[in-house]
C-alpha cells in the first residue's frame, strides 16, 4: 500500500481548505468500493473521496447504474467517522452540523483530484502493462500470466472481472508503487470504447487477444466489430499476442505500424513484433500438451486451455523467464478467481464452472479433448443466455452426455435434445466414467469460495447441489 503525505496533497490538489486534520499521512485511499477489506482494515488513516459517476460513465456503458457519495455525505461521514473525507464546497456548505466536525478536506472538484493522483502515480510508475482481452478465458489467462512472471519479478495484478476507469485509478493510487516490474490485468468490453479508454488510460507494453465470440453482441453491429474494437489494447503495445486458430482474430494483420482487420484500417500503433501462437503445433491429449519441444500438463485439457497456456508461455519466453520456470508454473496453477475449479465429488474429479457467461462458456468447455465427457447442468444463466440459446443447443452434441436438473429454469429449451437426460437428484454421477464438468451458472457471484457451508446454504435457499467430500 502507498502513503501520502499531507504536505504531498497539499503539492498535487487543489485544496480550498483543511478542517479538524491532525494526521500527516494516510495510506489507504478510499475512492471506490475495491472489496479489499483487508487492506481498509489493516491502514490507519484512511483518506475517503465522496466519488461519483459521470455522464460518460452511464454513456460509455462502464456502469449500469450512476452513484454520488456528496449527496450521502452526512450518512458516510457518520458511518467512518474515524476517516478523513475529501470533499468539495457545494458537498461541505450542506452538511449538517455534526459533520462540519468531521476530518475533511475541500478541494475544487473530487474527480479531478483523483486524476491528479493517478497522473502522479504512472510518472512515477516503473512496471511494464501487460494486457489481456477476449471473450472467455481473460480472468484465468491473466492469472496464469502472473504465475509466470512471479517466478522472476514483482508482479501487481489488478483483480476484476469489470474494471472500469475508477476502478483502475483507485487500485494503482493503492497499490502501484515503483518496487513493482509488471502490473498484469484484463480488459474488458461492454461498449465498444471500453478497451480503448482503458488502454488510454493504462498503456500496455505487452497485449494479447485470445479469442472472440458473441458476448456482449448485443452492444455491437457485428462480431467482426468486437475484433475491431478489441483490437484497440495493440494501440501502444510494443509486443503483441494473437490466436491464429480464431478465424475472425487471425483477420488482423501489422503492416509498418499501422493494424488491420483484412483491408480495414484500425489504428497506429508501437507494434514491433504481433506474434501468433501457433497453436497449429501442439500435440495434445487428456494428460498434457506438447509445445516447443515441451510437455506441458493443463488444468483441463480444452483448446482455450491449450491457449491460455501457449499466450503465458510465450509472455514468460519474451520477459526472459527460463522455460523449465514457465512450465512449472502452468502446471502448478489453481485458479484462485473461482469461476472454474477441480472438486472431489462422489468419489469422481469433476470441474467445477460457475461462471455466468453459459453459453460462451459451455461452448469453451465443450472443445476438450476427454474420450468421454459429461456435462451436468445445475442451473443455467440468465435471460441474455436464454436470448442466444438457439446456440448452446448444437454444443451439447460434443458431449458423451448432458445431464439437466429437472427444476432448472428454461427446462423445455433443454428436453427434446437427444444428448439430454433429466434427472432429479445425483445419483447417476456414481455410474459415470470420463471427465466431468458440472455447471452451476453464477455461482461465483453468489459465493467467493467453493465452501461446503455455502453449498448447504443454497442446497436449503434455492437449489440442491452437490457437497464435496471431506
Known amino acids: 500500500m502507498n502513503t501520502w503525505s499531507i504536505n504531498l496533497l497539499k503539492e498535487l490538489l487543489n485544496i480550498k481548505d483543511i478542517i479538524n486534520v491532525s494526521e500527516d499521512i494516510f495510506d489507504y485511499m478510499r475512492i471506490v468500493d475495491l472489496n479489499n477489506v483487508k487492506y481498509e482494515q489493516k491502514a490507519l488513516n484512511t483518506l475517503f473521496f465522496m466519488s461519483y459517476s459521470t455522464d460518460d460513465d452511464i454513456k460509455n456503458g462502464f456502469i449500469i447504474k450512476s452513484f454520488d457519495l456528496r449527496s450521502k455525505a452526512n450518512e458516510v461521514i457518520k458511518n467512518n467517522i474515524n476517516y478523513t473525507f475529501v470533499i468539495d464546497e457545494e458537498t461541505y456548505q450542506n452538511l449538517d452540523y455534526e459533520s462540519k466536525k468531521a476530518k475533511l478536506i475541500i478541494v475544487d472538484n473530487i474527480l479531478d483530484s483523483i486524476d491528479k493522483l493517478y497522473k502522479y502515480i504512472l510518472m512515477k510508475k516503473k512496471a511494464q502493462v501487460v494486457a489481456v482481452t477476449g471473450s472467455v478465458g481473460k480472468t484465468t489467462t491473466v492469472g496464469l500470466i502472473e504465475k509466470v512472471l512471479k517466478t522472476k519479478y514483482k508482479v501487481l495484478r489488478i483483480y476484476s472481472k469489470r474494471i472500469t476507469p475508477i476502478i483502475l485509478k483507485a487500485n494503482l493510487i493503492n497499490f502501484l508503487n515503483d518496487s513493482y516490474d509488471y502490473i498484469v490485468l484484463e480488459m474488458s468490453i461492454y461498449h465498444k470504447d471500453h478497451v480503448e479508454i482503458l488502454s488510454d488510460l493504462l498503456n500496455p507494453d505487452i497485449a494479447a487477444i485470445i479469442n472472440i465470440n458473441s458476448s456482449h453482441l448485443e452492444y455491437f453491429s457485428s462480431i467482426e466489430d468486437i475484433c475491431k474494437y478489441k483490437a484497440s489494447i495493440f494501440r501502444y503495445a510494443k509486443y503483441g499476442f494473437y490466436n491464429n486458430l480464431d478465424k475472425l ?6 503492416d509498418n505500424h499501422k493494424l488491420y482487420y483484412k483491408d480495414d484500417f484500425i489504428y497506429d500503433t508501437k507494434m514491433i513484433s504481433f506474434d501468433k501462437l501457433f497453436l497449429e503445433d ?3 491429449n487428456e494428460d498434457y500438451l506438447e509445445y516447443d519441444n515441451a510437455k506441458i500438463k493443463l488444468f483441463f485439457a480444452s483448446t482455450l486451455s491449450a491457449v491460455q497456456a501457449i499466450v503465458s508461455y510465450k509472455i514468460g519466453l519474451l520477459c526472459k523467464i527460463a522455460k523449465k520456470d514457465i512450465i512449472k508454473a ?9 469461476r472454474i475449479q477441480k472438486k472431489k465429488a462422489f468419489g469422481k474429479e469433476i470441474i467445477f464452472d460457475g461462471d455466468i457467461t453459459t453459453n460462451e462458456r459451455i461452448k469453451e468447455l465443450a472443445n476438450n479433448n476427454y474420450k468421454e465427457c459429461y456435462l451436468v447442468i445445475r ?5 441474455e443466455n436464454n436470448k442466444r440459446f438457439e446456440k448452446v443447443l448444437p454444443l451439447l452434441d460434443l458431449f458423451t452426455k448432458v445431464f439437466v436438473f429437472s427444476d432448472i429454469e428454461y427446462l423445455d429449451m433443454f428436453k427434446n435434445h437427444k444428448k439430454v437426460v433429466i434427472v432429479n437428484n445425483h445419483d447417476f454421477m456414481k455410474e459415470l466414467n470420463g471427465k466431468i464438468i458440472y455447471h452451476y451458472s453464477g455461482y461465483y457471484r453468489s459465493f467467493k469460495e467453493y465452501k461446503e457451508e455455502n453449498l448447504n446454504i443454497l442446497e436449503n435457499e434455492i437449489y440442491k447441489i452437490m457437497k464435496p467430500e471431506v
Do not use: A, C, D, T
Open 330 to 338: 502452468i502446471q502448478e496453477y489453481v485458479p484462485v478467481e473461482n
Open 282 to 284: 501442439i500435440k495434445m
Open 379 to 383: 442451473k443455467f444463466g440468465s435471460m
Open 249 to 254: 482474430i487471425n483477420n488482423l494483420r501489422l
